[in-house]
């Protein structure tokens, strides 16, 4: 996923109201730019550190910038527009990066299912061998310690419990049901779930895979040119 146009470099200063962030412009201006990440961030707000942020080129737009990169206290690239991730898995089933999800002939998004009114992020069929019906679950993961170890969520999550659940109702109704962690962390090298942030999800998570949901996690390749998925890495549970 090439950055088009190329991502602008700037310098984070706070973050703020959940939505905003505040950085300093290579010329010295201070703006207001758009923060796409509901999650506490924990460990990749820097104060003063380089970031890189995208810009519509839209005046009229009221932040016409968006905080695309942050760089973390270990020095490493995260990628903390979590709504990249959902793009960047798809991307990589279709380029057939993802071996474990290869074989299918169409991939729809956003469609409706389960029993709490959810939205899978990528529903596949028509494999060539597999007639089940594949839901795919997509988590970005950007929260990282020093041990290069990845971790979800960031902060308590009953949006991520409630599709644990519904993956679990999926396999028992015969079909595929996959969690996919996209790590947009260079300093990432597994993932795990938080259990001291949401012991609640961690619980889910195992039972999930009792039940016959599958795990996997990819790690991504990130310059301020572009972003992809190029790596698969192992979840620890």
């Given at each position: 996923?090439?950055?088009?146009?190329?991502?602008?470099?700037?310098?984070?200063?706070?973050?703020?109201?959940?939505?905003?962030?505040?950085?300093?412009?290579?010329?010295?201006?201070?703006?207001?730019?758009?923060?796409?990440?509901?999650?506490?961030?924990?460990n990749?707000?820097?104060?003063?550190?380089p970031?890189?942020?995208?810009?519509?080129?839209?005046?009229?737009?009221k932040?016409?910038?968006t905080?695309?990169?942050?760089?973390?206290?270990?020095?490493?690239?995260?990628?903390?527009?979590?709504?990249?991730?959902?793009?960047?898995?798809?991307?990589?089933?279709?380029?057939?990066?993802?071996?474990?999800?290869?074989?299918?002939?169409?991939?729809?998004?956003?469609?409706?299912?389960?029993?709490?009114?959810?939205r899978?992020?990528?529903?596949?069929?028509?494999?060539?061998?597999?007639?089940r019906?594949?839901?795919?679950?997509?988590?970005?993961?950007?929260?990282?310690?020093?041990?290069?170890?990845g971790?979800?969520?960031?902060?308590?999550?009953?949006?991520?419990?409630?599709?644990?659940?519904?993956?679990?109702?999926?396999?028992?109704?015969?079909?595929?049901?996959?969690?996919?962690?996209?790590?947009?962390?260079?300093?990432?090298?597994?993932?795990?779930?938080?259990?001291?942030?949401?012991?609640?999800?961690?619980?889910?998570?195992?039972q999930?895979?009792?039940?016959?949901v599958?795990?996997?996690?990819?790690?991504?390749?990130?310059?301020?040119?572009?972003?992809?998925?190029?790596?698969?890495?192992?979840?620890?549970?």
């Open positions: 996923m090439k950055y088009l146009p190329i991502l602008q470099p700037a310098t984070f200063l706070r973050r703020y109201k959940r939505f905003l962030t505040d950085v300093r412009l290579p010329d010295g201006k201070e703006v207001t730019v758009h923060c796409p990440n509901t999650g506490s961030m924990k990749c707000l820097v104060e003063n550190s970031c890189w942020v995208s810009d519509s080129q839209n005046d009229k737009r932040y016409r910038y905080w695309e990169l942050a760089t973390t206290p270990c020095g490493s690239l995260a990628s903390v527009n979590t709504g990249r991730a959902n793009k960047l898995v798809q991307e990589a089933i279709k380029n057939g990066v993802v071996p474990e999800l290869s074989g299918y002939q169409t991939l729809e998004t956003e469609k409706k299912y389960g029993e709490q009114n959810s899978i992020d990528v529903l596949l069929n028509n494999h060539l061998k597999d007639k019906t594949c839901f795919v679950e997509v988590k970005s993961v950007t929260l990282a310690e020093s041990s290069r170890q971790f979800f969520p960031d902060a308590v999550s009953t949006r991520g419990q409630k599709h644990l659940q519904e993956l679990i109702h999926v396999v028992e109704s015969g079909n595929r049901g996959v969690l996919f962690f996209c790590a947009q962390h260079t300093g990432i090298d597994s993932v795990s779930p938080a259990d001291e942030i949401d012991p609640k999800y961690g619980d889910l998570l195992r999930a895979v009792s039940a016959g599958e795990v996997i996690a990819y790690k991504a390749c990130i310059t301020e040119q572009e972003i992809y998925l190029a790596k698969k890495i192992p979840v620890l549970l």
